[in-house]
């Protein structure tokens, strides 16, 4: 198993990826992993250590920045490490790449360079969004692209059931449409038209979740338009950050309420630990003619190795593939 | 002024109604409340109070109930206490009228009785969301459609921004988009296509408020499509929610938690009823050719009071007029 991390992407890079890659190349010998990046500066940072066999640099001289704008760059820039990643994936001489770099450029190389997959319209951006109960929920479509047409919808909930049983062993995951109200008829013309189409596919479909429930774990994989999607997380994402401000705030106003909170910061730091999303890995490009995952732009060497291991397991069990055959089996769209 | 109360909608009808309107009556003498519903019992209700001579009783025989479906319950219920509220309003009887009962039905009250305003292609349900600087948010549409056109939109923005400006006085209220960005060219095909239409409005328009910026106050109208609207409130609501229950259960793990929470308590609840959207007085339906106030379902008797207070300085705000007066304007829609 070839792993392609594109050691330039991220906030932290290329101290990260060189950590995470180190990492992930001693704790399992069954992958190799590709480093791509500026060779000028990813020795020095191997130096000292003893660098495992299973693990080799490939020089990259360009690179994406964060800035720059998606398209434009992955076209221009033919040798970013980003787009020699992607161009291992095509050619076959990796299975999967890792990037926490600059997301609409990854979404870029994924369509423009790795490809989508035989069958697959619009490739989906597939993260984990926290919920209370700690299994989390991966939604897709989280913005890879802003409309959406009711066949993507029934992809995404192909791609996302097959997701969370393959990588994550997860028997039947509960795929939930995310709608305005649970019965069946509710909701715009888009979520009215999925429905049905969904309902004809192979996954245990639970039918509308409610945006309310998904904190509460409604379900396991949850199909929506990146729009609506990018409203939900943010959403979550706001409401806990500024109710945790607050809590601070207020929590430190008197000394009786700073000795309280204290004895308390324990249950705080455990909740908001669960609540928050970059801890939980990185997110897969799926419908893809192989796999990329995408770690989140604030990742350190742990997260790195993270995606390591969830890109290790997803080609272990042969994602991919699983998906390849689901989509041209026919079952979802003509 | 008139002002007709729907009596029998709402929970806790009529006893909430009754208390409502006596209070208000007593409070405001310049206006004049008919108080629509089952006379039978609604006048052992007044009985041991002396009634205000600004309050009588209409008798309307049917009642629209909680679970009757909107479009049938209106069209043939004709003798319903909605339904009557609606037509004095149509027949310029009452200047406005408040329910606080089934929301579908209302607004098919709204559209098929009162009647839209000339020029208006979707009145829109326009409710307060609270934020932590406690200004809230007027957000529209919020569940009277689910899909819009970019036309509606700048309706929204419109309306949105003369109901804060004459209801609530704020000077220049600021309109946002909700959208996935700030950026101009961010999002969906109907949040691109509105963008333009709403900065060629007489609004203070400040342009795209991403999900995660609306509780902290970033804008004090908010203009969305009913789907995305239903996804935004419902994530804030629900997240507020689960964190608070995730709290209450924590801090009442151990003796030394709950005599920690128990000093803590008046932060956390002055916390919790900030971003308690009940609190937030009625959702006015605009767009009708007369002002109709949606209560909470579960309106008391202090909330149809409030409700009463909101209808009365629209009415002497000329809101309605202000709104038909821009609207013909032509400067929407054409």
Redesign the interface.
Known sequence: MRIAIDAMGGDHAPKSTVEGALAAAKEWNDIEIILVGDQGQLEPLLKGTETPTNLRILHAAEVIEADDEPVRAVRRKKDASMVVAGRLVREGEAEAMISAGNTGALMTTGLLVVGRMNGIERPALAPMIPT?DERGVLALDL?AN??AKPEHLAQYALMGSIYREKVHGIHKPRVGL?N?GTEEMK???L?KAAYPLIEQLPVHFVGNV???????GACDVLVC????G??????????????FS??KQ??S?SL??K???A??MP??H??KKT?DYKEHGGAPLLGLSGLVVKGHGSSDGEAIKNAVRQARVAIQSRLTESIAQEIIGKRVVE
Chains 1, 2 share one sequence.
């Open positions: 209370v913005g802003m409309d995310l305005v909701g715009n013309e979520t409610e945006a309310r429930d998904i904190l509460t338009d990146g729009f609506a990018n409203i939900l997380l943010k959403s979550l994402e706001g409401t806990a950050g500024t109710i607050i809590l207020e929590f106003k009786k309420n000795l309280a909170a004895l308390l249950s705080l455990g909740l609540l």
